[in-house]
């Protein structure tokens, strides 16, 4: 089995039964209000996605890349967006057909793995919201590249990125155990470790990899914050674990 289906059946566990926080769908009063006017979105735990950084929403074509769980692309469709979503959680997307269906709007939902070659057309999205997900895969080099491929020109890329300082501490971040960069498929102890424990095969990702490779795929970086993990010690001290980054193409 390939790693990233060991992730695909860990995320539709953590959703059955762990109430995973990033796959419970906003409820009809959210989606209300965004229709209003009145609405947030999230890129990293904590701090909502700058206003700015949106273009008008009206018909814009949308793919939330690895953003299932019925959380954002409901918001994006009720802003007037045209939306596809891309997840390679079964649970995820099953979350976001259940909202489409209960609020009547149509949206695109396509299972599949963000480490091949995206199953679209060049130029096919004006943005991609991509929130924290790619510390599930080893290469996020090709998600760059794929990013830009299917990006119109002008397209903007919004994503939440893990800073890999939370792969140094142990459970409870309070004692550093680890080495960087972490990586389960050259340590197989590591590998053995994180799948019994049902945590999925996770990777630290460096700013090289993360913004640079941005900017290598084609990007131009436009604007950038920092979050916490919004729990735990490491939250407690505002120590940065997240990247949020907007780039254009």
């Not at 060049?122 to 080893?138: G, L, R, T, W």
């Not at 630290?204 to 795929?217: F, N, P």
């Amino acid at each position: 089995m390939d790693y990233t289906d060991i992730n695909s059946k860990t995320i539709d566990k953590w959703i059955d039964e762990e109430n995973w926080e990033w796959g419970k769908p906003i409820t009809h009063e959210t989606f209300l209000e965004a229709k209003n006017g009145k609405w947030n979105m999230l890129l990293t735990p904590t701090k909502y996605v700058p206003k700015e950084w949106f273009p008008d929403l009206k018909d814009k074509k949308v793919l939330g890349l690895a953003s299932g769980g019925g959380q954002q692309m409901p918001i994006f469709a009720a802003l007037g967006s045209i939306c596809t979503l891309m997840d390679y959680s079964q649970k995820q997307i099953d979350s976001d057909l259940m909202v489409s269906k209960r609020e009547n709007y149509n949206i695109n939902l396509v299972k599949a793995d963000m480490t091949k070659t995206f199953p679209f057309d060049d130029e096919s999205f004006d943005i991609i919201f991509h929130p924290v997900s790619n510390c599930y895969i080893e290469d996020v080099m090709h998600v760059w590249k794929e990013s830009f491929r299917v990006l119109k020109k002008e397209g903007v890329l919004m994503a939440g990125l893990d800073n890999g300082i939370n792969y140094l501490f142990d459970e409870n971040g309070k004692e550093i155990k680890y080495k960087l960069p972490f990586n389960p498929l050259k340590d197989e102890s590591l590998l053995n470790k994180l799948i019994q424990n049902n945590d999925g095969v996770q990777f630290s990702h460096t700013i090289e990899e993360q913004v640079r490779g941005q900017l290598k795929a084609g990007f131009k970086l436009i604007d950038i914050y920092e979050d916490t993990n919004g729990y735990g010690i490491l939250h407690e001290y505002n120590i940065p674990t997240f990247w949020a980054t907007l780039s254009k193409k």
